[in-house]
């Protein structure tokens, strides 16, 4: 199948821009292609190879997203998130917008909490690091990076026609 991975901050009005107009695409496409999220908060908390904190309280959303794919709930908990703007984000919002899809309580806040969550946070940051993400959304299908994201359909398009060509040799 054709990967795409998109590198976001949860706060990052390109980033709900983007992610809008992606999970539209996904929802008509088939099952050749997979969409993997990874956080990419620009603030310097979980972030420190930044310049500079861009977004007060990414680092806590980006933590929900982790422990939201832990519970079970990652879209639900990303498309909540991406449907509002946010100026500040706290812990709190995150339990709340948690509980809101389906996570239980006890097990968010201890999730929160954890160093599991916070090492596969760290992880995603370091990828985005090592594919050399200057800007949020960074697209990257079938490990190329975009440019733009305005590529998207054309870089997908183009991969399909190189797989089918590959699969007939």
């Not at 996570?103 to 160093?115: D, I, P, Q, R, Y």
């Not at 490990?143 to 398009?157: D, H, I, P, Y």
Request: aromatic residues 8%; hydrophobic residues 40%.
């Amino acid at each position: 199948p054709i990967k795409v991975v998109e590198f976001a901050d949860f706060m990052c009005p390109g980033c709900q821009a983007a992610s809008v107009a992606l999970r539209g695409y996904f929802a008509q496409q088939g099952p050749d292609i997979n969409l993997t999220f990874k956080n990419f908060p620009l603030e310097q908390t979980c972030n420190p190879g930044i310049g500079r904190t861009v977004h007060n309280g990414a680092c806590d959303l980006a933590l929900g997203a982790i422990c939201a794919s832990e519970l079970g709930v990652f879209w639900p908990y990303h498309d909540r998130i991406f449907s509002r703007s946010w100026e500040v984000a706290t812990r709190q919002d995150v339990i709340d917008n948690g509980v809101a899809v389906g996570m239980n309580k006890a097990k968010l806040e201890a999730c929160l909490a954890s160093s599991d969550a916070k090492s596969k946070l760290a992880l995603q940051i370091k990828e985005a690091f090592e594919t050399v993400v200057e800007v949020t959304p960074t697209l990257v299908v079938n490990g190329k990076k975009l440019e733009a994201t305005n590529q998207f359909a054309n870089a997908v398009e183009t991969e399909r026609k190189r797989l089918a060509a590959a699969k007939t040799k």
